[in-house]
């Protein structure tokens, strides 16, 4: 059997694209265990999801730190001592520092909920309204030291319609969110990644059938 891929999955929220990764993996259809779940949130509803699949989980409260570098320091150590082979962010709302970046070098991955580069940060869904894109969506990719600027992994799509409010917006992304973050992972779990600088090729992918979307849709 081959060794399944050791996880560190970091958040500060709810923790719905932790739940899915535990979904994938208690199905068999994504060959990874999650060795540590940490929150730097001790009200982090993934917490209870964690305990509840009985997967280890610690809180690392950033207000018990007096900078980020000692924060990512301890955090370090964790993540070192629970042995994990790739850093996942879901949800995680803090800056990692350069030092956790040389600790885990190209080893961390983050999903955020638009279609990158655009609207990089935070509050993104009302920001794709507020221009007028047509197709909004999510990406993972690798994390680097800019604000959701690392190498591309994979990104899904969907449209914005004109009554869209943020929030409908942003549950129909979060539900691609949910398909791509344990596919990404399961790349990386069956060696297919070959990064070259900024682009990220997946190797033994059958389908490379062209597909076009249009929103507002062509005429028959």
Avoid: W
């Avoid at 803090?94 to 600790?103: D, G, K, M, Q, V």
């Avoid at 600027?149 to 004109?162: D, M």
């Avoid at 297919?192 to 600088?197: E, L, P, R």
């Amino acid at each position: 059997m081959a060794e399944l891929l050791k996880l560190g999955v970091l958040i500060s929220g709810s923790g719905s694209n932790l739940q899915s990764i535990i979904d994938n993996i208690e199905k068999g259809a994504l060959p990874a265990q999650i060795k540590i779940v940490v929150s730097n949130n001790p009200q982090a509803y993934g917490l209870t999801r964690s305990k509840r699949h009985g997967i280890p989980c610690t809180v690392l409260n950033h207000q018990d730190y007096s900078s980020r570098e000692e924060f990512d320091r301890e955090l370090i150590r964790i993540l070192k001592d629970a042995g994990v082979d790739l850093i996942v962010l879901a949800g995680f709302m803090r800056i990692l520092t350069a030092s956790f970046l040389r600790a885990f070098d190209q080893k961390i991955i983050n999903i955020h909920p638009a279609l990158l580069p655009a609207f990089p940060g935070t509050h993104v869904q009302q920001k794709a309204i507020d221009y007028g894109v047509k197709f909004s969506g999510c990406t993972v990719h690798f994390v680097d030291e800019g604000i959701d600027t690392g190498p591309i992994i994979i990104q899904s799509v969907v449209p914005v319609y004109p009554d869209d409010t943020a929030e409908a917006l942003a549950a129909r992304i979060l539900k691609e969110e949910h398909k791509i973050y344990p596919q990404a992972i399961r790349y990386f779990a069956k060696n297919q990644i070959i990064k070259n600088g900024r682009h990220v090729e997946i190797k033994n992918i059958i389908n490379r059938e062209a597909v076009a979307m249009h929103n507002p849709s062509l005429d028959d």
